[in-house]
């Protein structure tokens, strides 16, 4: 028997949107391209620079990375280059459903990466069980979920969080791992399925939210398998299917229909990512020895007054008068960490107007850096945290994101400042995440159809609320809809 369900949310962490268009216009996605015909779709936007801890802080807390301060796994503790553990970094805000349940409704979660664990006054949430990069053991609220989940279903193969194997790390996967590593990935979308349909007939929900991570994983290992002009298309793979990421798309694409079968008209459904993926062209390996030429090239009575900037304390990375440095991230853009006690009041006066210049000459560095051996620039954009980003928890961030320019491998750098430098790269995994992704939504209640506004990843939580009718108030995100009474929505 049919369950009522207000809202049915279905995340595809990291599928992109390009590929899905691709594969739903000649029918290799049917319930998709059935939500497609009749409801409304549009682009997510996900904080410049950020990659997939920064996108879902911000769908969960609704709240851009400013405020909450996560731009990666481990971050720092601010006003220092400390790193712990992103979990132990929390920001003092509660997850949109953490919200929606005090408010009195009953919600659902399962496996939305890289966010807390709530306490629920109505309703259950699954934490880290099958997610890409878990922040630590599978845990739920309430707490027999969780042993439930992993007794009929298993654990997490490719991202083992208890014996430290993780699969989808910086290197391309070995080809004796390949065929495995599928295996695992479609075992481990059939257990979300398994598992989220079991736990969608224990109530009626207002919101039953559920997140697959394997478009994630598939896209970071099997890109050049997909993308025919990928440098690395022509290599052969070691797995008994030939065509994986489709493969593994079409499987989700199952799973929604399911899914989406157990509710009505009168569900609203949505789909979403908050990031698409693309071939992993980075300057990861080379950015730090960049920044040392620069700080070597730099104008004489400009490195004089940023020598005399309040610096950084206790941060041996520092010691040897390094000036800026690259800081952990993910390699789709390099994070640098500048020497100096700010922002966020640091600096005032003449001071501050060092630190703009010193930005500004920065930018320029950066924005000229070509590949010699094709002429191409390396750097698509670079994002300044102190323009792009605002909030309390803004100097836990980088204070810069170099984002690359992914049309071809990066394996020498030149410009005026750097000369020539020669750096080969490791075979890095295929794919990474681009910016942007994706929301499809349909139900009785939206009178909305076709392509809609784009919003930000941190007005999807928000939208959900608006709904179901809530009042809440949230950080930063709105809703993409007005909402009107008998409830129904129409586009902001
Ligand atoms: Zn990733
Ligand atoms: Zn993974």
């Not at 969780?146 to 993780?166: I, K, N």
């Amino acid at each position: 028997m049919k369950k009522r369900t207000r809202v049915l949310a279905i995340g595809l962490d990291s599928a992109d949107f390009d590929l899905i268009w691709q594969l739903q216009a000649c029918g290799d996605l049917p319930n998709i391209q059935a939500l497609l015909g009749r409801g409304v779709w549009g682009r997510v936007q996900s904080p410049p620079g950020l990659g997939d801890d920064g996108v879902w802080a911000s769908f969960s807390f609704a709240a851009q990375p400013g405020r909450h301060g996560r731009y990666f796994w481990q971050g720092f503790v601010p006003g220092s280059l400390e790193m712990k553990r992103s979990p132990e970094l929390a920001p003092d805000i509660e997850p949109f459903w953490a919200t929606l349940s005090a408010e009195g409704y009953n919600v659902g979660v399962i496996d939305v990466p890289k966010s807390p664990l709530a306490e629920l006054p109505h309703g259950m949430q699954v934490a880290d069980w099958l997610v890409h990069g878990r922040d630590g053991k599978t845990r739920s609220y309430p707490p027999h979920l969780a042993s439930m989940l992993t007794e009929r279903f298993g654990h997490d193969v490719t991202d083992d969080y208890e014996s430290g194997e993780f699969l989808c790390c910086e290197e391309a996967l070995p080809a004796a791992k390949q065929e495995p590593f599928l295996q695992a990935l479609l075992q481990s979308l059939e257990s979300k399925k398994q598992g989220s349909l079991e736990l969608y007939t224990l109530g009626e929900w207002d919101l039953f939210l559920t997140v697959f991570k394997e478009c994630h994983c598939i896209g970071h290992e099997f890109w050049h398998s997909v993308n025919a002009d990928h440098e690395r298309h022509h290599e052969c793979l070691n797995t008994t299917i030939p065509d994986p990421v489709r493969h593994v798309y079409r499987k989700l694409d199952a799973a929604i229909g399911e899914l989406v079968k157990q509710a009505d008209d009168n569900t609203a459904v949505m789909i979403f990512s908050g990031l698409g993926m693309h071939a992993n062209y980075t300057a990861e390996h080379c950015l730090d020895d960049i920044l040392l030429r620069l700080e070597k090239a730099m104008p004489p009575p400009l490195l004089e007054k940023i020598r005399a900037l309040p610096q950084l304390t206790g941060c041996a990375e520092f010691s040897a008068e390094r000036l800026m440095i690259q800081i952990p991230h993910n390699e789709m853009s390099g994070a640098i960490k500048l020497n100096i006690a700010q922002p966020n009041g640091g600096v005032s006066g003449e001071q501050s107007t060092t630190v703009e210049q010193w930005y500004q000459w920065l930018e320029k560095a950066l924005l000229a850096l070509v590949n010699p051996n094709n002429g191409q620039a390396i750097v698509k954009q670079v994002i300044r945290s102190d323009q792009c980003f605002w909030g309390d928890r803004r100097n836990m961030l980088p204070d810069v994101f170099v984002v690359w320019q992914r049309s071809a491998s990066i394996n020498a750098v030149a410009s005026d400042e750097v000369g020539v430098l020669n750096s080969t790269p490791p075979v890095f995994r295929s794919g990474n995440h681009i910016a942007d992704g994706f929301y499809m939504m349909a139900g009785s209640m939206i009178d909305a159809r076709g392509q809609g506004q784009t919003v930000s990843i941190a007005d999807l939580g928000p939208t959900i609320a608006a709904l179901l009718g809530s009042k809440a108030h949230f950080t930063d995100g709105q809703s993409m809809f007005k909402v009107h009474n008998p409830l129904s929505v129409t586009p902001v």
